[in-house]
């Protein structure tokens, strides 16, 4: 065999081991076996607490009126901002921080991980939590990635950079075109639990247009939800201690 040919033939093999490798964290998407193995990573925390969290942002449009809406309930969350809009509305960054809440990354495009390779992939996270972290005066140490889709290059990126994966254990489907602040509650709600992880979303930035709306109309209900059950509502800071 000559050299060409084994190289070839080794590369038929190495590199579908290679995309298996980089891709076999996905099954972390899948919510009930993300819950039963890998609970951290899901956001389970104490049973008495509900961490509230909010993806895609700032938006200059509607993240005011979410920040409005917790101040008067005396609420605080954490936001995963993404690096492409955070860099467009610095001071609303600022503002995110300077009232309390928590700051995250989310990355810098809202763009699947899995088409992603290592060095793209720390790249592009490092330049996200380098930016909030100059915004902010604070280093960032939570990341989510978009559509929830981690994989190898992203473990290992977020363990270099210091930042822990977080997903969610319910979400209110508030991206959606027929979502309504009733179908956001209802969906919020049927699997809230002690410990959980709520999603919601404050920009519609990659979602059907005006679809933070449905979010923010059914805020308040989930929170009263909450209460109801006994569960105070908090970021993800205060979710582990």
């Known amino acids: 065999m000559t050299a060409a040919?084994?190289?070839r033939a080794t590369a038929l093999v190495a590199l579908p081991a290679l995309a298996a490798a980089h891709a076999a964290?996905?099954?972390s998407t899948f919510g009930p076996l993300r819950s039963r193995v890998m609970p951290r990573l899901s956001?389970?925390?104490r049973s008495d607490h509900v961490a509230l969290t909010f993806d895609d942002g700032p938006d200059p449009l509607s993240t005011p009126f979410f920040?409005?809406?917790l101040a008067a309930r005396r609420v605080h969350a954490t936001f995963f901002l993404l690096g492409t809009e955070a860099r467009r509305s610095p001071g609303l960054v600022r503002d995110i921080?300077?009232?309390g809440h928590e700051v995250a990354i989310h990355g810098w495009h809202h763009r699947p991980l899995l088409l992603r390779?290592?060095?793209a992939t720390y790249d592009e996270l490092a330049r996200t939590r380098d930016l909030v972290a100059g915004l902010t005066g604070r280093q960032p140490r939570l990341f989510r990635p978009p559509y929830g889709v981690m994989t190898t290059a992203a473990h290992l990126a977020a363990r270099r950079l210091g930042l822990t994966p977080v997903l969610w254990t319910?979400?209110?489907e508030d991206w959606r075109a027929r979502a309504t602040p009733r179908s956001v509650?209802?969906?919020v709600t049927a699997d809230l639990r002690g410990g959980g992880t709520i999603l919601l979303h404050d920009s519609d930035c990659t979602s059907a247009p005006g679809a933070w709306r449905s979010a923010l109309g059914a805020l308040p209900r989930i929170l009263d939800t909450c209460q109801e059950r006994g569960l105070r509502v908090g970021p993800l800071r205060d979710h582990w201690t």
């Open 185 to 187: 509650h209802r969906t």
């Open 170 to 172: 319910c979400w209110g």
């Open 43 to 45: 956001g389970q925390g």
């Open 97 to 99: 921080a300077l009232t």
């Open 5 to 7: 040919r084994l190289l």
């Open 25 to 27: 964290p996905v099954v």
């Open 67 to 69: 920040l409005r809406l």
């Open 117 to 119: 390779g290592p060095r």
